[in-house]
């Protein structure tokens, strides 16, 4: 089982930067992946960014070259760093924790991008 809490959203405009936080409940040292989602209105939830037990990265198209994951081990702590914000980055934004086969979300953070 793994709480999640995300904070870090919030209004800024296009260009911009915003910097996203994942704490979790427990050691992230162990889990098999933690990730970033994003949910805009009227759309499906679609991966941004995931970063793996082994310190792999991986990102949507959209999220290369302006967004990066990273994880504080011993803060159990999971970071999106997102610049070069653009309208359409607009969505709410998902912690997410996969462990042999579970899927645990936070609660969402409100990121809005004002053009």
């Known amino acids: 089982q793994v709480q999640l809490v995300e904070s870090g959203g919030g209004l800024v405009q296009a260009g911009g930067s915003l910097r996203l936080s994942c704490v979790a409940s427990r050691s992230i040292f162990s889990i098999n992946a933690m990730g970033w989602y994003r949910q805009a209105p009227g759309k499906e939830r679609e991966l941004v960014a995931i970063?793996?037990?082994?310190?792999?990265?991986n990102y949507a198209d959209f999220a290369k070259g302006r967004f990066t994951i990273s994880r504080d081990i011993a803060g159990n702590t999971v970071y999106l760093q997102m610049n070069s914000l653009k309208s359409e980055d607009t969505a709410v934004y998902y912690c997410n924790a996969w462990n042999f086969g579970m899927n645990y979300w936070g609660q969402g953070t409100q990121v809005t991008v004002s053009s």
């Open positions: 970063i793996t037990k082994g310190g792999n990265t």
